[in-house]
């Protein structure tokens, strides 16, 4: 078994503001004007990461 990393937060909320950009996410207009996508998934973070995208 592989241990994940704590990452601190838990967001439970969906009236969050993190939870609600995420959400906005999914519309495409919303990603090019943000310059931001929505990565889902340990290989294709792994990916992302691997080709030099910024993770924030």
Same mark, same amino acid.
Request: glycine share 8%.
């Given at each position: 078994?592989t241990s994940r990393p704590d990452l601190g937060v838990t967001l439970t909320s969906a =009236?969050?503001? /993190?939870?609600?950009? *995420?959400?906005?996410? $999914?519309? $495409? $207009?919303? /990603?090019? =004007? =943000?310059?931001?996508?929505? &990565?889902?998934? *340990?290989?294709?973070?792994? $990916? *992302?990461?691997?080709?030099? &995208?910024?993770? &924030?």
């Amino acid at each position: 078994m592989t241990s994940r990393p704590d990452l601190g937060v838990t967001l439970t909320s969906a =009236s969050n503001p /993190r939870i609600r950009a *995420a959400i906005a996410l $999914r519309d $495409r $207009r919303e /990603r090019e =004007s =943000s310059g931001l996508t929505l &990565v889902d998934g *340990a290989r294709e973070l792994r $990916r *992302a990461i691997d080709a030099g &995208v910024e993770i &924030v």
